[in-house]
């Protein structure tokens, strides 16, 4: 780990260069890191995929992707820069003897290599077979892998294992793109910087929290894909999991990885497991039925383009996780996410206690407690509810609810929130593993999905309808209803 903000440099290798995330999320981050000079000038960058394209066409793709996902006013210098880095090549990767042909590009170098696997997971431990097969791992080498890592505890362990054999657990990033949002990381700020939240962030203060991840998109062509995942593998496993742990943890002795990945693990050890028999009370399962979002018609989830009309898939979960450990004794984390629902819309919510006791009764029967919403977004920043004096000359009970806003992009005066893809990217090649995710993290959060996903097969429960546009199903609504409590909207 190095505190120079630029790294050292390295050849980028990025496996799926002609893919989705690749064009939409990595081209951006290292047009970014570019323009900010936080690439090395040494830095080389070979993209692979299956297509067949030469250096000039992957230059066009870059040039196409940049303008489509950042805009048109790009720097040319920086893009001048950025497009001498950058050299493609076809390969197929299921081909391991094809990899032999790679040998050539690294000849011209001896930086360290980062692996980019931005692919299926399907194709990860051909592609370890591949670059051991032409001795391109060195002892120095890193490989990013993105989610999912498998849909059970069984698959991931096999993909743990296959990627294990070729590299150690110190030289794997594996991404949950939550953990590079400003939001997500500045949970830690907030908790372990600010005295007023330590000592109230437990049990004692808080009553109960919420964390929200909307989404107004449907599928955008990955029917397929998402049907087999659903969406409590598909969030739940890995972005949800990892707020919970960083809002739960312990204090960690410091930033580094283990430190803190240590704390997180815990967390995940500590969640009461979902068995058939508490099912029915802490968790509801969701599929979209046709509605409107934003004043347009929308189809049902099994009405998608290339949907099987049978397909019980969830598009929804709501969940009431409890944790079995002091802090947290009783205090529930309400978590939903959604597709289709009625905005893109992700947050936090921490709601404190009431006060035992309430001296403005008069005037202010039903005194509310103060909530500590962290935006994730749109308009990242946070909000906290306290109660004010209305002033002038009232009487000391007129008494109004408002709220202290820290917008980032205003109190910041920024006009470009950084994305996750480049923090992590930049993380990674200062070979700082604190926002990646350790491969006992992974596993575990898989044991308590599998639990839900075991009781949901043996109970037979089905989605239950919620109409596109809305918040999701009338049984959220009373998942939380029984505990005296709603969500917030
Ligand atoms: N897209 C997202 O927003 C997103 C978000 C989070 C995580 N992820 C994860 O990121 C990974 C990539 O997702 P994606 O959406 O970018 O997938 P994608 O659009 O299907 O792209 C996959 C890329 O991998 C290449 N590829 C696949 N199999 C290959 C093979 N056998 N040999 C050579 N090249 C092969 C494809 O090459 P060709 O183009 O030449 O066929 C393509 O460039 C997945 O693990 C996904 O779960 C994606």
């Known amino acids: 780990m190095t505190n120079d903000p630029t790294p050292g440099a390295c050849n980028l290798v990025i496996f799926g260069i002609a893919g989705d995330l690749a064009r939409r999320k990595l081209l951006a981050a290292l047009y970014h890191l570019d323009l900010e000079n936080l690439l090395h000038p040494d830095t080389r960058i070979l993209g692979l995929a299956r297509s067949e394209m030469n250096d000039d066409d992957l230059r066009n793709m870059v040039m196409n992707s940049l303008v489509q996902f950042i805009g048109g006013d790009l720097n040319q210098e920086t893009l001048r820069r950025l497009m ?74 096999l993909v743990n294992d296959l990627v294990g054999s070729r590299f150690s657990e110190e030289q794997i990033y594996r991404i949950d793109h939550y953990l590079g949002k ?3 990381l500045n949970l830690l700020v907030l908790r372990f910087a600010n005295s007023l939240f330590t000592s109230n962030w437990d049990y004692t203060c808080i009553d109960h929290i919420q964390i929200t991840v909307a989404e107004s998109v449907g599928l955008e062509h990955r029917w397929n894909f998402y049907d087999k995942a659903g969406q409590l593998r598909d969030m739940v496993q890995n972005h949800l999991l990892q707020i919970l742990c960083l809002l739960a943890m312990e204090p960690p002795a410091d930033l580094s990885p283990d430190s803190i990945r240590t704390e997180k693990l815990k967390v995940l050890k500590a969640l009461r497991p979902i068995t058939k028999e508490n099912l029915g009370k802490n968790v509801v399962r969701g599929q979209y039925v046709d509605g409107f979002v934003k004043g347009a018609p929308v189809p049902a989830y099994i009405n998608e383009e290339g949907a099987n009309p049978r397909s019980t898939t969830e598009t929804y979960v709501a969940i009431k996780a409890e944790i079995d450990n002091w802090r947290w004794s009783g205090v529930p984390f309400y ?73 980032f992009s205003e109190s910041y005066n920024s006009s470009r929130i950084v994305d996750a893809y480049e923090r992590l990217l930049l993380e990674a090649m200062q070979q700082n593993q604190s926002w990646f995710v350790r491969r006992d993290e992974v596993e575990q959060a898989w044991i308590w999905i599998d639990d839900i996903i075991r009781a949901w097969e043996r109970s037979g429960v089905r989605p239950d309808p919620y109409p596109a546009g809305s918040w999701g199903p009338t049984s959220a609504i009373a998942l939380i209803a029984r505990d005296g409590r709603h969500w917030d909207e």
């Open 84 to 157: 001498r880095r950058m050299s493609y090549r076809s390969l197929e990767f299921k081909n391991t003897a094809h990899f032999k042909g790679l040998q050539e590009w690294f000849k011209d170098s001896n930086y360290r290599s980062i692996f980019y696997f931005a692919t299926p997971a399907a194709v990860y431990a051909d592609i370890c077979a591949g670059l051991s097969h032409a001795g391109l791992i060195r002892s120095d080498s890193q490989v990013i892998m993105e989610k999912p890592i498998g849909d059970s505890l069984k698959s991931s362990k």
């Open 335 to 407: 978590l939903r996410t959604g597709k289709r629902l009625a905005m893109k819309h992700s947050e936090i919510n921490i709601h404190f206690k009431a006060q035992p006791h309430n001296i403005f009764r008069n005037s202010f029967p039903d005194l509310p407690p103060n909530m500590l919403t962290i935006r994730l977004q749109p308009d990242e920043g946070i909000e906290l509810q306290m109660m004010n004096k209305v002033p002038g000359i009232t009487e000391i009970g007129q008494i109004t609810r408002n709220h202290l806003d820290l917008s």
């Open 182 to 184: 400003e939001t997500v």
